[in-house]
């Protein structure tokens, strides 16, 4: 919901209550046709579609990159430079998918930036969601011929791409002395216990073991898993 109200353009936005019974559409008695209409529906014939060229597309978005980063709108601006090397961050990738939802009605998730590296790249995918045939629209007072049954609200955010992923780089520290992730598998593929012995040089005290796990101020264990040259973390 924050993300739907940022994303409306306004200069401030506030919560209200808001009795969804009084703002329903309501439904009129049947017409002598047999078909129902709607209070304030508005037809859709004689509407007239705006068209945004590719150049539109590219100015509105290399506006809102410089508007987003603060430049005047007359800066000039690398498109194939990456969005990381322009300056942007999660908080700016958010930013600027609200300004070009608004700007553009198209429906962008928030890692617009990181799917599409550079403003180039962006403006080769918004436009083409510019040019895609809007869904057909239904005269006020009919119905589509196979109503489907109404769902809940979209809130879970944009579909999942399928865009395959790279994992570029790993790395871990376990127990066991694993440094890297392939000695994580070895030690699980060979069934190695890493559970040790408390180590020595923590500066812990031995003599606080007790077997008798209600002694106050004792530890009743001596084992545990521990990560090799530890004491070395300044």
Known sequence: LLDRALSLGLPVVTAARLDARATAPRRLPQTAD??????????????????????????????????????????????????????????????????????????????????????????????????????????????????????????AGPAPHDDPIAIVGMACRFPGGVRTPAELWRLLAAGTDAITEFPTDRGWDPDLFDPDPGHPGTSATRHGGFLHDAAEFD
């Open 34 to 155: 047999g078909t129902q209409t709607t209070v304030g529906a508005r037809t859709q014939a004689g509407a007239t579609e705006v068209r945004r060229t590719d150049a539109d597309v590219t100015r509105t978005v290399l506006d809102a990159v410089a508007d987003v980063l603060g430049h005047t709108r007359d800066t000039v601006l690398d498109p194939d430079r990456p969005f990381t090397d322009l300056g942007f961050d999660s908080l700016t990738a958010v930013e600027l998918r609200n300004r070009l939802t608004a700007d553009l009605g198209v429906r962008l998730p928030g890692t617009v930036v990181f799917d599409h590296p550079n403003p180039a790249a962006l403006i080769r995918h918004v436009s083409a969601l510019v040019a895609a045939p809007p869904p057909p629209a239904h005269p006020a007072g009919t119905a589509p011929e196979s109503a489907a049954a109404p769902t809940a609200p979209d809130t």
